[in-house]
């Protein structure tokens, strides 16, 4: 069975693997990072600078797949430290609309690039 990948110019893929696969009417989107993909450079700056590029990156997924943030069902954070909880969900409830996706947010001990954050999700068409 062949997958039905979507990679967007937008975002960034630091390892062997699709920007997002789509199952079914599931888009599965790999975490993104706060990669800018004009420099190719994780962000500089404070924990919302990176979680807004992650957004960034991930919404250059969702259009390429032809999906807006409305799409999205749930969303998996990891964050080197947890500290940064508050800081994060401040830009996280800009992304979407209520009512809200599923979330989980996660501590972690590190990330690709030295990352403070990792952003992945799951839309539905």
């Known amino acids: 069975m062949s997958r039905n990948a979507f990679n967007a110019s937008g975002a960034v893929a630091v390892g062997p693997y699709s920007h997002a696969i789509e199952s079914g009417d599931l888009i599965f989107l790999s975490g993104q990072t706060p990669v800018d993909s004009k420099t190719g450079k994780l962000v500089e700056g404070d924990i919302v600078e990176q979680t807004k590029q992650c957004f960034?990156?991930?919404?250059?997924?969702?259009?390429?797949?032809?999906?807006?943030?409305?799409?999205?069902?749930?969303v998996n954070v990891f964050l080197t430290d947890?500290?940064?909880?508050?800081?994060?969900?401040?830009?996280?409830?800009?992304?979407?609309?209520?009512?809200?996706?599923?979330?989980?947010?996660?501590?972690?001990?590190?990330?690709?690039?030295?990352?403070?954050?990792?952003?992945?999700?799951?839309?539905?068409?």
């Open 56 to 74: 960034e990156n991930l919404f250059h997924v969702l259009d390429a797949a032809g999906l807006t943030p409305d799409n999205v069902q749930k």
């Open 82 to 125: 947890m500290n940064h909880f508050t800081a994060m969900n401040e830009v996280y409830s800009q992304q979407f609309s209520m009512p809200y996706p599923a979330r989980t947010t996660i501590g972690v001990s590190s990330l690709p690039l030295g990352a403070q954050i990792e952003i992945e999700m799951i839309a539905r068409r």
